[in-house]
């Protein structure tokens, strides 16, 4: 049930993403590097890459194949040895593997978001993942927004509403000084 049409928005990240593999692999740098585009090692052979639009996380064919479920694995979009999810995708494989790996799961900021995002996107996932999950560690729904299970995702959301917020301002100037134009432009004409 991969989401085949997500090429057509996060391609420019993810070849970004992947030149800068071939990169860290030859001198072993992890942040900062290409364009504007990060790259963080979550775990071993889990890569977060963002930009500032759009985040992804590339799973390696293998570490998938041991440690996510088939439902997991079929919504990720394979390229160069990875599997790549993004936007809200990428509460898949990081909820499987937080269940059983430190790194992921310190990466992870809202426990209730990742959940909230899995249920209220991908009902059919949990729907599968709650079939063979023991009572206790089956995905239940959380009152939180959804989306917001990343550091990055946090830090975007602010940046957006920064702008909107300055955007706003800058309306409401605007209109205000259209407002003393008007009344002053009545003023001349009363006298």
């Not at 706003?168 to 134009?181: G, I, L, N, T």
């Amino acid at each position: 049930m991969a989401n085949k049409s997500i090429w057509s928005s996060v391609n420019t990240c993810a070849e970004i993403g992947f030149e800068i593999l071939r990169l860290m692999a030859a001198n072993g740098k992890t942040k900062g590097v290409g364009k504007g585009t990060e790259v963080d090692t979550i775990a071993d052979c889990v890569l977060l890459m963002s930009n500032d639009k759009e985040i992804l996380i590339a799973v390696s064919k293998d570490t998938a194949s041991q440690s996510l479920s088939d439902a997991a694995i079929s919504y990720g979009e394979e390229k160069d040895g990875y599997l790549i999810y993004s936007g809200a995708m990428t509460a898949i494989p990081l909820f499987e593997l937080s269940r059983h790996n430190d790194s992921v799961r310190e990466y992870i900021v809202s426990e209730e978001s990742l959940r909230a995002t899995l249920c209220g996107n991908f009902p059919e996932y949990v729907k599968t993942y709650n079939m063979s999950a023991p009572p206790g560690e089956r995905i239940e729904d959380a009152d939180a927004p959804p989306c917001l299970f990343l550091q990055k995702q946090l830090d975007l959301a602010a940046d957006s509403t920064r702008n909107e917020v300055s955007a706003f301002q800058e309306a409401h100037s605007r209109e205000v000084v259209m407002e003393h134009c008007i009344y002053d432009d009545v003023l001349e004409l009363e006298r």
